[in-house]
């Protein structure tokens, strides 16, 4: 995550390059998302794009999720630039819409990014969660 990202408050998400709306709260987040799409050089494109922020200086880290659409992303394309990335998470038979998640865990600036593929369409990229480790 870029460390601007990292740093993000609700004192300054307006200023963010993406115009994110605050959809929701509770006494200790704000809950934003994007409504636009956000178009990729290869015609793919990010939709569903969600942000929480802490309300409070040293509260809980920014949390960044995203869906892809488009391209089929594999996890062969994942490795490739997350070698890292192992098996946090796997469908349980709760739900048609659970995923397998792999986590490429902290970085250098304490990033832990996790992708997610939806069993109904388990060998493309589904979702995107960036966050980091307080």
């Known amino acids: 995550m870029n460390p601007v990202v990292k740093k993000l408050t609700v004192d ?3 200023r963010a ?3 994110f709306k605050l959809i929701n709260q ?3 987040i704000n809950f934003y998302q994007v409504r636009e799409k956000v178009k990729l050089e290869d015609a793919s494109t990010i939709t569903d794009i969600e942000l929480r922020l802490s309300k409070s200086s040293g509260g809980m880290a920014p949390f960044l999720r995203f869906s892809l659409n488009g391209r089929c992303f594999t996890l062969s394309d994942v490795k490739k630039h997350y070698h890292d990335a192992k098996l946090s998470n796997y469908p349980r038979g709760d739900s048609e ?10 970085d250098m600036d304490k990033n832990e ?9 388990p060998i493309c990229l589904t979702n995107v969660t960036i966050t980091t480790i307080q």
């Open 113 to 121: 990014i996790t992708f997610s593929f939806n069993q109904k369409k």
């Open 26 to 28: 509770n006494e200790y």
């Open 97 to 106: 819409n659970e995923t397998t998640s792999y986590t490429s865990f902290s």
């Open 17 to 19: 390059p993406l115009a």
């Open 12 to 14: 300054d998400v307006n």
